[in-house]
């Protein structure tokens, strides 16, 4: 079989890690991928100008004899990415346009919960900046309030607060300023849900699913939650928690009606559908947000504890109604530790992250615990590796135990150096399913 992967992180360089570990797979493309994956000996890169023109990618993937395109990131499969592939009858793992909708329009999400009564927080939404002022002047905003922007913003489009004037500045950012990069004339206010937030995967293809797992990302930059949003600097999955019955309300009360109201909408889900959630004090569930795509860093977080053969199984999903090969999600647990370069996530332009440092990688394998991912790396004329990105690598480790595969995931990346480097030391620390900092 032979795959193509689209994006170039941590995430696409853990599809490609497991990809080479499969019999099946003899071959892996990436788009653009970063040189680092080079390191599997069955990945060639393509060049990143044919992200620019899908006619030209879908046309080279025809003349790869591609059977089974797997895209990372969002942004590709809210342009209709999938549309190029499915025209040419490649097998393309991935929401239509409009099915990506559940994460291109956070408005869309929001009335199509309400529509088919999927559990999430109460709701306004105003097309109007005049509207919206007007609209905060009524709302309770000492008991909190989330405004966000319409649209992908990369996480940048989100403001949780109490606090009036800041809900003010944010609207006026938002709608009005032109200094910022976020903008958006479709505002939403939520409520904030109380709770502990977990990441649910499931591999749909329109109408089944296969549950793949659960995983809690850290967002924040620094220890303790401190600091601005991130993509995730790491990640624990801790088969204690959710536990069983929480697993089987998320199944029931939020999988099963997304996928009939998409099926219903007309625009049946086909991808990885990735569930953020809140789950308050009652154990029940509540959807944040959805992604059409995989985690990064829960996907390097998840993919080493599949059983079984990914690729086929996906190909299966995108071209059939069942899957027949049986995957499964081990038992362990993993800890995964992301390391990123100086300055980042580097919100305005004069706080610069520190690049193009010499990595230094002693001893870590792709085989052996713990496991290495590659994202934001380039290779210098030497061949040494040098950081290029925000999110520049992580380790992650799979265990019986949090404390063991937490110690084997700190051990790795305590012997990776980089000048200006930087990782939280609190992962899968003093959260539900978590440690506590004394254990
Ligand atoms: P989103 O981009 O929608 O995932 O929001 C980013 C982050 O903001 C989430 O991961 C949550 O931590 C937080 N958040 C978003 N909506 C809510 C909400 N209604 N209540 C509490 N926290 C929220
Ligand atoms: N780790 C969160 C995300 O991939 O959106």
Known sequence: MRVLIIGSGGREDAFAWKFQKEDKVSHIMICPGHKGMKRFDKVELWESSLLGDYSSLAQKAVEKEIDLVVCGPE????????KFFEDESIPFFGPSESAALLEGSKIFSKEFMREFEIPTAGFQVFDRYEDAVAGLEAWPVSSGIVIKADGLAGGKGVVVTTDREVAQKTLFDFMKNPEVSIHSDRILFEHILPGEEVSAFALCNGEEFFFLGMACDHKRVFDYDEG?????????????????????????????????????????????????????????????????????????????????????????????????????????TSVHVVMTSGGYPSITKDQPMSLNHKIEIPLLTHEDQPLLFLAGVNRNEDGQYINTGGRVLGVTAVSEGLETARKMAYKGIEMIHFKDSHYRTDIALNRRGGLKSDQ
Request: glycine share 8%; with cysteine.
């Open 228 to 332: 601005p949003n991130t993509g995730g600097m790491g990640c624990y999955r801790d088969p204690l928690w959710p536990d069983a019955d929480l697993k089987e309300k998320i199944i029931q009360k939020v999988l099963i009606p997304t996928l009939k109201g998409m099926k219903e909408r007309g625009h049946p889900f086909k991808g990885i559908l990735f569930m953020g959630l809140m789950i308050n004090s009652m154990n029940e569930p509540f959807v944040i947000e959805y992604n059409v795509r995989f985690g990064d860093p829960e996907a390097q977080t998840l993919l080493p504890l599949i059983k079984g053969e990914l690729a086929v199984a996906l190909h299966q999903l995108s071209t059939q109604a069942k899957i027949e090969t049986p995957l499964t999600l081990s038992e362990e």
């Open 75 to 82: 942004a590709p499969l809210t342009q209709g990415l999938a």
